[in-house]
C-alpha cells in the first residue's frame, strides 16, 4: 500500500518531534495543538492503532521543581488530552469556572486551589495515581512559595542603636 503523504512511521517520527519540539517553545501552542492532531490520526487511521496509550503522560514525566515548570506540566497534560480548554469547561460542569481553565495554564503561577488542579487534571484523563502525583507537586511547590512569602521562622524584630558622638 503506498500513502499519498508517504511512509506512515517517516510521518509520525517526524511530527511527533515537531510535537516535543513546540512544548519546548513558547508561542507554539497551535501548530503543537495540529501535529498532536495529525500524530492520532496517523495512529488510528493509518496504522491502525489505538493512540491513548501511546499518547498519555508517564508518571515519570510529572515532576516540576518551580511554578513555571508546573504550569508547563498542566499545559503538557491537556495537549496530549486532546482536549481544547472549553472542552475541559464543558466537561467539568460547575467544578471548573472557564475563567479558571484558562488561568490554570496562562498566569504563569502556581494555582491557588487544589480541587481546581484535580479536577483539570483528571478530565484530561490521567489516572488516579498520576492525578495523586500531580498533587504532591502543587503541595510541595505550594509548601515553598509559602515559605519564600512568609521568610525564615527566626526573623525577629532588632533594634539600631545610634551612637551620636560629640564634636
Do not use: H, K, Y
Given at each position: 500500500m503506498t500513502c499519498p503523504d508517504g511512509d506512515p512511521l517517516d510521518r509520525l517520527n517526524r511530527l511527533w518531534s515537531q510535537v516535543l519540539h513546540g512544548l519546548s517553545r513558547p508561542g507554539r501552542r497551535a501548530e503543537v495543538i495540529a501535529a498532536y492532531h495529525e500524530v492520532k490520526a496517523v495512529l488510528e487511521s493509518e496504522l491502525g492503532i489505538d493512540p491513548r496509550p501511546l499518547l498519555a503522560t508517564s508518571t515519570a514525566e510529572l515532576r516540576a521543581a518551580t511554578e513555571a515548570e508546573f504550569v508547563e506540566l498542566l499545559r503538557t497534560i491537556q495537549i496530549r488530552s486532546g482536549l481544547t480548554l472549553p472542552e475541559v469547561h464543558r466537561r467539568a460542569g460547575g467544578l471548573l469556572p472557564r475563567s479558571q481553565v484558562y488561568s490554570l495554564l496562562k498566569r504563569g503561577k502556581l494555582p491557588t486551589k487544589p480541587e481546581q488542579v484535580r479536577t483539570f487534571v483528571t478530565?484530561?484523563?490521567?489516572?488516579?495515581?498520576?492525578?495523586?502525583?500531580?498533587?504532591?507537586?502543587?503541595?510541595?511547590?505550594?509548601?515553598?512559595?509559602?515559605?519564600?512569602?512568609?521568610?525564615?521562622?527566626?526573623?525577629?524584630?532588632f533594634a539600631i542603636l545610634i551612637v551620636r558622638r560629640s564634636a
Open positions: 478530565i484530561c484523563g490521567l489516572p488516579e495515581p498520576q492525578v495523586a502525583r500531580v498533587m504532591e507537586l502543587w503541595a510541595t511547590l505550594r509548601d515553598q512559595v509559602e515559605v519564600a512569602v512568609s521568610g525564615p521562622e527566626d526573623d525577629r524584630p
